[in-house]
């Protein structure tokens, strides 16, 4: 009974060592030798792909950035010519002033805001001046 | 905190100015200090967008190999040879 029982054993040792043999031999092939078995007829490598790709991407590239400049330079072109027509100096042109408190700063819209004395800064449409305020008075009705 | 604002940052507040100046309820006083502030950001836009085109150029240059930089991102430059 030991006998075949031992002979099974050195089968099985022997086929472990075939599959193990076996194995060890077996050749991984090149990636172009996989793709041609798997039915490439034109591999193209990856240097190959980045050489046609990579000029047209640089393109597309260089035109997104230079339209989104020129978006972005527009953009501000529209803001400011909008904004200018809102300056309010533009009042200035016209013949009016604007009266600044000399030390707050702050406009002067009324001439309740004036004190017999006081100095002011009145700014034109070409430069500024510091004023004296003489006898100021209130129109009553307006 | 003022000279950090980036261009979009810088446009959006400008657009709120504008808003504000176009609603014709605002004194005077606050439009002008607004228009100030426009005329500040609208300086600091201008400024973003040249950096900005400046080193779009310097990189397309760099790339295509008409500019050779500096360990500082700065083109080379060669003293003028008097002979």
């Not at chain 1, 089968?11 to 798997?38: H, M």
Request: with cysteine; hydrophobic share 40%; charged share 30%.
């Amino acid at each position: 009974m030991a006998a075949p029982l031992q002979k099974l054993d050195d089968l099985k040792i022997r086929l472990d060592q075939k599959i193990q043999q076996s194995i060890l031999k077996k050749k991984i092939p090149p990636f172009g030798q996989t793709k041609a078995s798997l039915g490439f007829k034109a591999p193209h490598t990856a240097e190959a792909f980045a050489r046609k790709t990579l000029p047209s991407f640089k393109k597309n590239m260089d035109q997104a950035l230079s339209t989104l400049m020129k978006t972005k330079r527009q953009k501000l072109k529209e803001i400011v010519q909008h904004l200018k027509s809102l300056d309010p100096k533009n009042v200035l042109k016209r013949g009016y002033a604007i009266l600044f408190a000399l030390n707050e700063g702050s406009v002067i819209v009324t001439a309740q805001d004036l004190r017999d004395g006081q100095q002011v800064r009145a700014l034109l449409s070409d430069g500024e001046a510091n004023l004296t305020v003489n006898q100021p008075f209130i129109h009553h009705g307006n | 905190m003022e000279t950090e604002l980036n261009f979009e940052s810088a446009f959006t507040r400008l657009e709120v100015i504008l808003d504000r100046m176009n609603s014709g309820n605002i004194a005077l006083d606050e439009s002008l200090k607004l228009y100030e502030e426009a005329d500040g950001l609208i300086a600091r836009c201008a400024t973003r967008l040249n950096s900005a085109e400046a080193r779009i150029e310097t990189l397309i240059k760099k790339r295509n190999g008409e500019l050779v930089l500096n360990a500082e991102e700065k083109p080379l430059t060669e003293s003028f040879q008097t002979t």
